[in-house]
């Protein structure tokens, strides 16, 4: 089974520019998504972005638009979330996903069975 691995979260300025990486241990298949969401303290789980592993396909949520953009290298079994001007709003665990049964806009995190551990991020104004 697939393992997902996080990284790249750290303290952040506000106005800045970060990528994160999420790193696949183990068989992903062509039909699999792969998708980021974020959890900040006290909040429901929230869809940011999804792709899929075969062919280009990627969605963003509409509230995310033109700040978070997915991509990936199959070769290096990666998905990354680049994510420009940070706010203070965006302070969340980041976790990654990935399910053979959802679709890149598949916002409820039920239908991900295989999720990462999750990497912090922290904007300081």
């Known amino acids: 089974q697939v393992q997902l691995v996080e990284s790249g979260g750290g303290l952040v300025q506000a106005g800045d520019s970060l990528r994160l990486s999420c790193v696949g241990s183990g068989n992903i298949f062509d039909a699999d998504v792969v998708a980021w969401f974020r959890q900040a303290p006290g909040r429901m789980p929230e869809f940011v972005a999804g792709?899929?592993?075969?062919?280009?396909?990627?969605y963003s949520a509409d509230s995310m638009k033109g700040r978070f953009t997915v991509s990936k290298d199959n070769a290096k079994s990666a998905v990354y979330l680049q994510m420009d001007s940070w706010t203070h709003d965006d302070t969340a665990l980041y976790c990654c996903?990935?399910?053979?049964?959802?679709?890149?806009?598949?916002?409820?995190?039920?239908?991900?069975?295989?999720w990462g551990q999750g990497t912090q991020i922290t904007v300081s104004s």
């Open positions: 792709i899929a592993w075969s062919g280009d396909t990627a």
């Open positions: 996903a990935l399910d053979n049964m959802a679709s890149v806009s598949s916002h409820n995190p039920s239908v991900y069975n295989i």
